[in-house]
């Protein structure tokens, strides 16, 4: 079956590292499915030079008005921008972002037409205290908090294998995305994909693949890389 690869820019490329990155990305060749999230302010020139769909990194839940910085589900969609990432780690770290904040972003989301893609996923201290499954499961449902979405995208990514180059044992994917699995098919009515996200490249990409229920992947710093990427997505 066909794979999704999210490509997460986060707040990496100057413009003419994008142009040259664009170029390159569109030559390769695959039958999966690539969605392209660079920073915001390239995501109009990627539309005019890329026929991969896009996806934003974020944007803020109120359709306009006085926000200095911020960018709307709205504005998005009025660049028809398909995809938002929402709820990051990084963003719920970084920005403390709620979950509530979260919960009003994917509202915004969905009035909007976009899919979002729904960043969860445990501390390693939570998962220590073995509080890995319940705080998931919270995730999930107060993100969805009175929404009545036609499909998401839910991503795991244990916070402790962002970045780190660690992902987690085939036993501990294995049981959380089958968790994720049960909770959205018992809870909800709604089409959805699952994508494991941490430390993906291209010496680790077979085996995450491997575990059942896992629809694709998205992918932080090797998605930088053309060559890795070109090694991940041919896999
Ligand atoms: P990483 O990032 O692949 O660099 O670990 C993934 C992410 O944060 O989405």
């Given at each position: 079956m066909n794979k999704l690869y999210v490509l997460n820019h986060k707040m990496n490329l100057q413009y003419e590292e994008l142009e040259i990155y664009l170029k390159k990305l569109n030559e390769l060749s695959t039958k999966n499915q690539i969605i392209l999230s660079p920073s915001t302010l390239y995501l109009d020139y990627c539309r005019k030079n890329t026929k991969y769909h896009l996806c934003a990194q974020n944007a803020y839940?109120?359709?306009?008005?006085?926000?200095?910085g911020e960018v709307s589900f709205k504005q998005l969609k009025s660049l028809n921008i398909k995809y938002a990432i929402i709820g990051h780690s990084e963003r719920r770290n970084i920005f403390k972002e709620s979950d509530e904040i979260i919960n009003e972003k994917v509202k915004s989301c969905i009035q909007n037409g976009i899919i979002p893609i729904i960043c969860i996923g445990e501390s390693k201290e939570e998962r220590n205290n073995n509080n890995h499954l319940t705080k998931i499961e919270k995730q999930i449902t107060s993100s969805l908090e009175q929404t009545t979405p036609k499909e998401v995208i839910i991503a795991y990514e244990p916070i402790w294998s962002i970045g780190t180059g660690t992902i987690p044992e085939k036993e501990e994917l294995t049981q959380m995305i089958e968790h994720i699995h049960n909770i959205l098919t018992t809870n909800y009515n709604i089409e959805f994909k699952i994508l494991y996200g941490g430390s993906v490249d291209d010496t680790n990409i077979e085996q995450i693949l491997?575990?059942?229920?896992?629809?694709g992947v998205l992918i932080g710093g090797a998605s930088l890389k053309i060559d890795v990427l070109k090694n991940i997505i041919n896999k």
């Open positions: 839940y109120q359709e306009k008005g006085a926000y200095t491997k575990i059942n229920y896992i629809d």
